[in-house]
């Protein structure tokens, strides 16, 4: 019998024991009477509610496998199927084996330093990247390298130094992490040259390059790219990405294609095993005949109208910023004046009644205070307006 | 630069070296012309489709929620509100803030070797137990000392040898995973004074318990007794169940409430963040207005009758077997006839078309072969009479 008081938090394994705070915190921004420009919030003018309701209805209803969407089951392998179908036509050339459905892409993407990362592991990440993944990549101890991202996307002439430079010193990063099309948040598209040159430095080093590709749908001009997936005969990409921006993120349908290997191991590492057979069921009943795909040209026209928004409104209320119009996504990525710094912008421009996300937030260190990320998804064209609006005040007052 | 050609399979991270098949298979048994009484599925024949699919409608049609559940958010705050107040009712004085929803309580079971075990950890389980759980602890690598259970479920007499053989040997195990109500296999219900003695002696040790109550709603005679958690006034009793058999497994939503400083963690490492803001949504509308409180008295009504049936065709056909009836639940768990084999009975069970689960199923090792687990809850009265009519057959066969 032990001759001191037990205590629980004795109990914690190591990995355990520090608490994190949860990184969900973005939604409660919203009940706030700012015009929020900050978060990559889906618009709810196009969530196609009544179709989801009819797909509801119509599997609830007499659907044969009503039974089947209700009881302990596997992921609708017919959800399988159709991320299958899109990627064929990417010229990707996937199986069923190769696809791994998970509870958005933030699962598959937090699922990835229990698949690959050993302490001390080092990753390459984008800077700037997408906070959420490069946040849980250090929260599970992995050493992050940057490699600079310009309007090309990342600079893979940079990334061949880098990974030079590692295997001197007899390092092998685990994976690349990228977001080639419709960068989050630059909103950068790496055009095709980069594209092979990445596969190729992947290959020659042995890492894995993840792509992730959660706007690459969004298009509002330009030609398509071939994904990095498409470009790789070797199984070098685990291609990311989800119907949170082309349906609704609420639903929480992300997906992995990659190798079979790789896949498996994900999926063993999804603590609550297969992702629910209603909800997949639902997501592929309303995604059928073609719905998701008219569904998606209209998000294009909707997206398209909003950026072209904001692009003119920071053009005539903003004219000292430089930034470059992306060819589809969420976000503006803007450079501020010489000298200003994005957090003091941050406070002048919430006193006044509007919010973004400083360029720092999008860095595993102190760089990118000279940036901020300006979301177009969300807001409508008239507060998205009223909003630039403001954050031109705060900028004349500092 | 490597000379030698680089692999993927170099990637892993050690722990996810060895690939391990999912746990989860059983969805495929249904659709075998075999009348399975192998696994605890739910009675589709109550599940509330209309009820739900007219939530679902309500949220999706005019609902001022619907924008926020489809887009980005958190785990809907309404729910865990209502499961605090179940747990209040049970006389647990539950906060928020205590309580962690999932994607089923399968997910916050997997969770736990994440926060808890560090390599070579010990855990303590029932003998038999739910092998669903029991494989994930495995599989995490946990040292699993095993504790028999008994027609009063565990037995807290060799429970308290096994923590002072282990304190003697300076091992302090983690957590205690029990069943305490309608245990899983064996149907047995520890009463008050074993649980009383349970909570004692995890306090006396500073050993958590995990208390799995999956089935405690579907109680289908006896009286009532007090969960773990609301006989636990220090927090040494993390409390884990489902909406899986009083609502419906397919929506995949279970929960766990103990300590602050648990959820916290469990959080944390719950790799797709908050739980779908749509499918909370959708839970929390329909079990509103007592509507799932009425529920669970016609599932009790339905699974009562269906127990009944089959304690009857299991006296009348297997009158060489021992087994209690359970008080509530989903499972008989039956003793064969001196010397027969769980696993030969299964062949020549299979081969006439039933199939039921081992008992060596609900060990972590060769034990249990002597036994059978017999799920009254998927298949109708009638299949039921029919597949013990079956098992007669094969039974007498040997």
Redesign the interface.
């Known amino acids: 019998?032990?001759t001191t008081q037990?205590?629980?938090?004795?109990?914690?394994?190591?990995?355990?024991r520090e608490?994190?705070p949860?990184?969900?915190g973005?939604?409660?921004q919203?009940t706030t009477p700012m015009i929020s420009l900050a978060?990559g919030?889906?618009d709810?003018a196009l969530?196609p509610?009544?179709q989801?309701?009819a797909a509801?209805?119509t599997l609830?209803?007499d659907h044969p496998a009503?039974?089947?969407?209700?009881?302990?089951?596997?992921t609708f392998p017919g959800l399988t199927q159709q991320v299958c179908e899109r990627l064929r036509r990417q010229a990707v050339e996937a199986e069923p084996e190769q696809i791994l459905i998970?509870?958005?892409s933030?699962?598959i993407l937090?699922?990835l330093?229990?698949?690959?990362?050993?302490p001390g592991?080092t990753v390459i990440i984008e800077g700037p990247s997408f906070m959420g993944a490069v946040k849980r990549f250090q929260m599970a101890g992995a050493h992050l390298v940057t490699v600079p991202v310009d309007a090309e996307g990342m600079n893979t002439d940079a990334l061949a130094d880098t990974l030079?430079d590692l295997?001197a010193t007899g390092k092998?990063p685990?994976?690349i992490y990228t977001i080639p099309t419709f960068h989050n948040p630059t909103g950068a598209t790496m055009p095709l040259a980069r594209r092979k040159r990445l596969i190729e430095l992947a290959?020659?080093?042995?890492?894995?390059v993840v792509e992730d590709d959660a706007y690459g749908d969004l298009r509002f001009q330009g030609d398509e790219i071939p994904p990095l997936a498409a470009l790789d005969s070797d199984?070098?990409v685990l291609r990311v990405s989800t119907f949170?921006k082309i349906l609704?993120?609420?639903?929480?349908i992300g997906w992995a294609y990659g190798?079979r290997?790789?896949i498996?191991?994900l999926?063993?590492?999804?603590?609550?095993?297969?992702?629910?057979?209603?909800?997949t069921r639902v997501v592929a009943l309303y995604s059928a005949e073609g719905r998701l795909d008219n569904h998606i040209d209209a998000l294009c026209d909707l997206y398209r109208s909003k950026c072209q928004v904001m692009v003119d409104a920071i053009k005539r209320e903003l004219p000292d910023v430089q930034f470059t119009a992306p060819d589809g996504g969420f976000f503006v990525w803007a450079t501020l004046p010489q000298g200003m710094r994005a957090t003091e912008l941050l406070e002048r421009a919430q006193e006044r009644g509007m919010s973004f996300l400083p360029g720092v937030n999008c860095y595993p260190d102190e760089r990118g205070n000279e940036c901020i990320r300006l979301a177009f998804s969300f807001q409508s064209a008239e507060k998205i307006e009223e909003a630039i609006g403001i954050l031109g005040n705060a900028m004349r007052s500092i």
Not at 6 to 16: C, G, N, S, T, W
Not at 113 to 118: G, H, I, S, Y
Not at 203 to 208: I, K, Q, T
């Open positions: 019998m032990p037990p205590r629980i938090e004795d109990l914690f394994a190591a990995r355990a608490a994190v949860p990184l969900y973005a939604a409660g919203r978060y919030l889906a709810p969530f509610r009544d989801l309701s509801a209805a609830l209803g009503a039974a089947e969407a209700l009881n302990y089951g596997m998970g509870y958005g933030s699962q937090a699922l330093p229990q698949v690959f990362l050993d592991d030079r295997a092998r685990k994976f290959a020659e080093y042995g890492v894995l199984g070098w949170s609704a993120p609420g639903l929480r190798r290997e790789i498996d191991r999926a063993m590492f999804k603590s609550e095993g297969t992702t629910g057979p209603f909800i």
